[in-house]
């Protein structure tokens, strides 16, 4: 993958430690968040990085560049409380088709916790799963925030290509809600499969956990595909590898340990996980690849006529995200 064209990074130890610090310090937020029992929201998320703003003298253009992206993370999060009211048909068996399908009659799910899992007894393994579960806001909106102290033209390209990715998550979950493994263990439909990051986080539950707009929100049990613990790391690394091509395709690992995570713990099957990677992959080709890619496609005679009837905002937005 290559970034030509694209600015580079501050290559001066100085430079290296405004990327990383920010990474440190959410780090240590979502640490402190999961000891405590807190389930760590976009909105708290976004909260601790005003406060990492303001130190470095910013205050004011983090609102004004991140209040629209974190209303729009609220607005969709309050969009998928209510999916699965609107449609009470909730698929079980597709994902359990096919993971038995890829592992010769076998759910990963229940493989990984028959060798791995020990009721009543908790491993660092588990303490690690539960932690990967609860980066899905943290990393994205942290690295986020690393591509806006760096370059804001790359910042505001990775949060259209984010809230891409949720917003088509979101309307999937609305036509095709799919009830994740622990869901159609408790209606009997697969074989046991433990709550293990329930487990993990109810041993340090606060009486008074903080909420703050999510109060207002409602949850939704059959948002399992894609899964979306799988795309944002998925678009993470992606965006990384793709700004950062010598050492950004190592960042892997991550979403490699969340789908692992994910799957041991019975929050999806990796019929999901594959969902997940592939909405990923598509979010970030649409926003990163094919804008630079366009002037040339537009040449083309279907493509040219297709972009004269384009309006003129959304020729303004495209031109925005390819202009460097």
Not at 27 to 50: E, I, K, M, S
Not at 57 to 76: E, M, T
Not at 181 to 194: C, F, K, L, M, Q
Request: charged residues 15%; hydrophobic residues 55%; positive net charge.
């Amino acid at each position: 993958m290559s970034a030509e064209g694209e600015q580079r990074p501050p290559r001066s130890r100085a430079g290296s430690y405004v990327m990383l610090l920010p990474l440190v310090y959410m780090a240590v937020v979502g640490a402190w968040l999961v000891h405590t029992g807190n389930w760590p929201t976009a909105d708290q998320v976004a909260l601790a990085l005003f406060f990492a703003a303001v130190v470095a003298g910013r205050g004011l253009g983090f609102l004004r560049d991140w209040s629209p992206f974190v209303l729009l993370i609220l607005a969709y999060e309050a969009l998928r409380g209510f999916a699965d009211t609107l449609d009470k048909r909730v698929n079980v068996w597709f994902p359990v088709d096919v993971d038995r399908a890829l592992f010769f009659g076998h759910l990963p799910t229940n493989i990984l916790q028959d060798h791995l899992w020990t009721p009543g007894h908790f491993h660092w393994y588990d303490y690690v799963a539960a932690y990967m579960h609860t980066t899905y806001f943290i990393v994205p909106l942290a690295f986020a925030f690393c591509l806006w102290l760096w370059n804001r033209r790359m910042y505001f390209r990775f949060v259209t290509s984010y809230l891409l990715l949720s917003y088509a998550g979101f309307v999937t979950y609305l036509l095709f809600p799919v009830a994740p493994p622990w869901w159609a263990s408790r209606a009997g439909d697969i074989p046991h499969v433990d709550t293990i990051l329930g487990t993990v986080l109810s041993q340090h539950v606060q009486s008074h956990p903080i909420e703050l707009a999510y109060r207002f929100f409602n949850a939704n049990p059959v948002a399992a595909m894609p899964s979306l613990h799988a795309a944002f790391p998925t678009l993470v690394w992606l965006v990384c590898w793709k700004l950062w091509p010598r050492w950004g395709w190592a960042l892997v690992v991550y979403p490699a340990a969340m789908a692992l995570s994910v799957v041991y713990m019975g929050e999806h099957y990796v019929a999901d996980v594959i969902a997940g990677w592939a909405y990923g992959a598509s979010a970030f080709a649409l926003v990163w690849v094919v804008p630079e890619r366009w002037p040339g496609l537009r040449s083309r005679g279907p493509v040219r006529r297709t972009w004269a009837r384009v309006p003129a905002p959304v020729k303004g937005l495209l031109a925005t995200l390819i202009a460097d």
